[in-house]
């Protein structure tokens, strides 16, 4: 089960407004997928390492070679909101 | 003429451009402009004219492409507002992959949003229906991709697959689809949904097609690190028997609950077309199979949770002004998620959460190692796994849109070899009430030219004809 | 309550931008002062579909750091995402390592060593007003170049007890990063940045108190400020019997004010769990060995030679390694004049340190061969100490050559006896009733005399030598 105020902890640690009707559906609906999902309690895991990563990658890291950035008006060109070459956000510390 | 060209499988159409018997700007023409009527809502972008094109193997046999993966310049919304008209400066490399072996870009399909959903009806822009009956859906999430090679609106496509979501909606939309290994495609551009899940993989008309695409899509990708080379090159398959093959058969589980009988009875006679082409069909146990859907439906939230962050409306995308910037950001991802898309992030969130992530990550992460085990066990003694793809044909639209854990079933024999990063195949083993029915062949790791070989022995001797189906979609 | 003495306990987390070529999980070059965002790709912009790819060399640069601290080096470290919104880490996450960190363990001095971790840098986020609306928030503008430079994490454990412990430590820490060449280790410029973990307890226990998290200090002077300010914060508060509260502080250097860095507090939950974009990375025999075949020498073993080997004093030989521009200008001094005793160059070297403060002795006026010559004067009796010192005001605040200054000044030593014998038997004339209670055995007055053959050689003659004169002319033994 999952209440409320859970939930809205939840959404404000995902950054997500949920509206009244949005709150009260996905309580519901996010308890019967945790009931669902509490079955593997089920199983007898002990002594079973879990699996971050599928298949072995013998040589993953990269040279430290030098690639060509992207020119800036093509980086900020998808933005939202630019200013001063940058991308313009509301404050973090105007709250 | 048109028929003609209709009627070519894409290996066909290479071949005909090959020996000069069809031109390429007309073969690009013919599916540019069914793309372009397509009524079915498949495409989310079409191309205007043939652009470029590589010579190379795939002869310059157009190719339509999921809407997650990068296209530069050309929007890459993967099926969400909160991407809407977004193009990206770079292309995915399995994209450029297809590209430089000579597949010129089609179009771009409509898909689940962030490839979240197993009937396309999570799309911001709009569901996509089935070429075999309207009124139903095509599978997903890369339903789009499907119906458009069901459809004729495309000679082939490139879709991903999570936890099913190549395999299920070739299932229900009568074609051939392939999930890869773990890692042998690369996910470089591909927009993210679960990461230790994702595989890119073709939607094809028949099994030649699907072995034609995946030669010329695999390869390890400096830029993906968890990519790895193919050990050897994939080959065409030419098999027409199956003799001294074993295929297991997971017998609780295709003998439980929710599995329709007309798809039973369509696995049962594939079955024994395999045992006729000379295979032995032995029965055996997945005991953790049920609980790999509660696993996966842990993992691919969690990891989701965390990858779709990104989306927060500073560098691109959409963005609903605020004058704080919590408020930016929580109203930005309430307007531009939709609501599967907000479920599976507020599950995620939660199941990664201080006091949470034993009870539920770690726990599924456990899963996880057990499911490969059992599925290295099966195959020390069967070369396949074989299962239906999915447990019912398609279903209707709206159907299960109120009951998000009764979609969730839809994936349950989908999602064991997603889990263990192991390839399948889904394949059409015919038709219930008109429906088409898809058979799963799974193997082990790097297993797939075995596997291309046993689907096409199958596919040759099952004999299903798509044709009802590209009749349709204009 | 009797009230026991008050004992610090300090642990630092020190953050070091390593000098790659590329950042840590992209090719884009390393950022300095380039125009914004001209140093981004979809990958340290966390384009959508862009993958992480982990520096060979950042790696590399981590293996040196921990055999440098005799840590133990991880078979195999993995990454992990660390979750949380800010507008300057374009993912929702930062790429860092939790429970498999590169290195564990390991001792720099007399501090112990918690761990060694890598991680990407933030963006950078220059905030500015908003068109002189007051009502309107604040805005920030986010320039991604900074965005993804590898970091190191080190972290000691809370086992220094006063500021100046800290800073002193932190100069050896930076030496030795500089000597590994894996860093700039510029503070200002941000490239080392240190947050302190302070707490009190009384003197003797083994619980630690309350810890309060003092952050990114950028100057060693700031740093040894700061934890000062805040200990007798926390001391005050004890005292007063009120308690500490646990949370993150920043200490303004100008007002030597603390203030709480969060008003609204909020609990992070920063739901780390494996980077699924990235194997873990398997530390290989031929990564071990290239990091140990370059690793050069390190302050510890500098210290050690100079003691075993130049016969330096345990301070000098300190002072001269844990500095490690000081050091190689030592060893500059050294090698223009091979002659030159050890002791005496160091003491020289320190002499001219002392004169320039903050500036480095090599960007200073005084070359090490000017240096050296000037030890060389003074060890051949040239010049006395006194005038060394005034060619070395010299030489600090214009430069030139010290012989050339001597000359000049007219600063050679006047020695030998048959100068200053003349000079002393005139100065015992001048001086007969001192002279007679020098022959009666009362050796006050010796000073007055000497102080007399001082003044007519200007200073330039050698007191002891004088001293010795007066005793043979009078007699005495
Ligand atoms: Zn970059």
Request: aromatic content about 6%.
């Amino acid at each position: 089960m999952i209440d409320r105020d859970e939930l809205l902890h939840v959404a404000r640690l995902a950054r997500l407004a949920l509206d009244e009707d949005e709150l009260q559906t996905t309580a519901a609906e996010l308890s019967s997928i945790l009931d669902h999902v509490a079955t593997i309690d089920e199983l007898d895991l002990e002594g079973i390492e879990p699996t971050a990563h599928i298949g072995d990658v013998e040589d993953s890291l990269r040279a430290d070679q030098v690639a060509r950035s992207l020119p800036r008006e093509v980086a900020l060109a998808p933005a939202p909101a630019i200013r001063d070459d940058g991308f313009l956000v509301p404050s973090p510390q105007g709250e | 003429m048109a028929d003609d060209i209709q009627a070519l499988s894409a290996a066909a159409a290479a071949a005909a451009i090959a020996d000069g018997g069809l031109a390429r700007a007309e073969l690009f023409e013919h599916y540019r402009a069914r793309a372009a009527a397509d009524e079915l809502n498949a495409f989310t972008w079409v191309a205007e004219d043939e652009p470029t094109v590589i010579n190379g193997p795939l002869g310059g046999v157009p190719l339509a492409v999921k809407d997650l993966f990068c296209t530069e310049g050309i929007p890459s919304q993967a099926g969400s507002k909160i991407l809407e008209r977004y193009c990206p400066p770079y292309t995915a490399t399995a994209v450029a992959n297809l590209a430089a072996a000579g597949a010129p870009l089609l179009g771009k399909t409509n898909q689940d949003e962030f490839a979240m959903g197993s009937s396309n009806e999570n799309s911001a822009y709009g569901p996509v229906l089935n070429p075999w009956d309207r009124s139903r859906v095509p599978g997903g999430s890369s339903g789009g991709s499907a119906a458009a090679v069901a459809a004729g609106l495309a000679p082939w496509a490139l879709g991903t697959d999570t936890g099913g979501s190549i395999r299920q909606p070739a299932s229900l939309c009568g074609i051939v689809g392939l999930k890869p290994t773990y890692g042998a495609v690369s996910r470089y551009g591909m927009i993210a949904f679960a990461s230790s899940l994702d595989s890119a993989g073709p939607l094809t008309r028949d099994v030649t097609d699907a072995a034609l695409f995946y030669r010329n899509l695999v390869g390890r990708d400096s830029a993906d690190a968890t990519s790895v080379a193919f050990p050897g090159p994939i080959d065409l398959p030419t098999s027409e028997r199956l003799d001294g093959i074993t295929l297991a058969v997971p017998t609780a589980l295709v003998d439980g609950e929710g599995i329709e009988a007309g798809v039973r009875e369509s696995f049962e006679a594939s079955l024994e077309t395999a045992r006729e082409l000379g295979a032995t069909i032995v029965g055996c146990e997945i005991p953790s199979a049920p609980y790999a859907l509660s696993a996966y439906y842990v993992i691919a939230p969690a990891e989701a949770s965390s990858n779709l962050a990104r989306f927060d409306g500073v560098r691109y995308g959409l963005r609903t002004e605020a004058s704080t910037l919590d408020a930016m950001y929580t109203q930005t991802r309430h307007d531009g998620f939709g609501a599967e898309v907000k479920r599976r992030i507020l599950i995620g969130t939660y199941a990664l959460s201080s006091g949470y992530y034993d009870a539920y990550y770690g726990r599924a992460q456990r899963v996880r190692t057990v499911v490969s085990r059992e599925l290295a066990e099966i195959f020390t003694k069967a070369d396949f796994i074989a299962t239906p793809t999915s447990p019912t044909v398609a279903f209707r639209l709206g159907e299960r849109t109120a009951d998000p854990l009764a979609m969730y079933l839809s994936d349950l024999f989908t999602i064991p070899m997603s889990l263990a990063g192991t390839p399948a195949i889904s394949i059409p083993s015919g038709l219930s009430e008109g429906l088409p029915v898809g058979l799963q062949i799974c193997g082990p790791a790097f297993s797939e030219n075995r596997i291309l070989d046993a689907a096409h022995a199958l596919e040759r001797a099952i004999g299903f004809d798509g044709a009802a189906a590209r009749s349709g979609g204009v | 309550m009797a009230k026991a003495e008050l004992e610090p306990v300090i642990g630092l987390e020190i953050h070091v931008q390593l000098r790659t070529a590329t950042k840590m999980f992209c090719g884009c070059a390393l950022g300095f002062g380039e125009p914004p965002n001209t140093r981004t790709c979809p990958v340290c912009l966390g384009l959508p579909g862009a993958l992480p790819v982990a520096n060979a060399e950042a790696i590399h640069y981590g293996l040196l750091i921990g055999l440098a601290l005799n840590s133990t080096l991880a078979p195999v470290s993995t990454f992990h995402r660390k979750n949380y919104f800010y507008p300057d880490l374009p993912k929702g996450y930062q790429i860092s390592q939790f429970d498999l960190p590169l290195c564990s363990g390991g001792k720099l001095g007399e501090v112990n060593i918690h761990r060694v971790h890598l991680e990407e840098d933030a963006a950078k986020l220059n905030h500015v007003g908003v068109g002189g609306r007051i009502d309107q928030a604040n805005s920030s503008i986010v320039d991604f170049n900074r965005g993804g430079t590898p970091l190191a994490e080190i972290v000691t454990e809370p086992e220094l007890s006063s500021a100046e412990q800290a800073g002193q430590w932190l100069r050896l820490l930076r030496t030795t990063l500089r000597t590994l060449g894996v860093s700039d280790v510029n503070m200002e410029e941000g490239s080392l940045r240190c947050d302190a973990n302070i707490s009190l307890r009384p003197a003797g226990s083994d619980q630690l108190g309350v810890k309060t998290e003092l952050k990114n200090m950028n100057s060693f002077r700031f740093i040894e400020r700061g934890i000062r300010a805040e200990v007798e914060r926390q001391r005050a508060l004890i005292e007063a019997g009120e308690e500490v509260v646990q949370e993150t502080l920043h200490f303004d250097p100008r007002s030597e004010a603390i203030t709480s860095l969060r008003s609204k507090e909020e609990a992070h939950d920063y739901r780390y769990f494996p980077e699924p974009d990235l194997p873990p990375v398997v530390i290989s025999e031929s990564m071990l060995s290239r990091a140990a075949a370059e690793l050069p020498e390190l302050p510890a073993a500098r210290e050690q030679r100079y003691i075993e080997q130049q016969s330096l004093s345990a301070e000098s030989a300190r002072m001269l390694a844990w500095r490690a521009e000081l050091g190689d200008y030592f060893d500059a001094v050294c090698e223009a004049d091979r002659s030159l005793d050890a002791q005496a160059a160091a003491n020289w070297v320190a002499e001219l340190q002392g004169r320039l403060g903050d500036q480095e002795a090599e960007d200073s006026k005084v070359s090490a061969s000017a240096l050296a010559q000037l030890a060389a004067l003074v060890a051949s009796s040239k010049i006395n100490q006194g005038g060394a010192r005034q060619v070395l005001d010299q030489l600090v605040n214009e430069g030139g050559e010290p012989a050339a200054i001597v000359a000049d000044q007219g600063l050679e030593a006047v020695g030998g006896a048959e100068q200053l014998a003349p000079i002393v038997a005139a100065a015992l004339e001048a001086n007969p009733e001192l002279t007679e209670r020098l022959r009666s055995g009362e050796m006050k007055p010796i000073g007055v005399i000497v102080g007399e053959v001082m003044k007519q050689t200007r200073g330039r003659a050698d007191g002891e030598q004088v001293t010795a004169l007066i005793r043979e002319q009078l007699g005495l033994s």
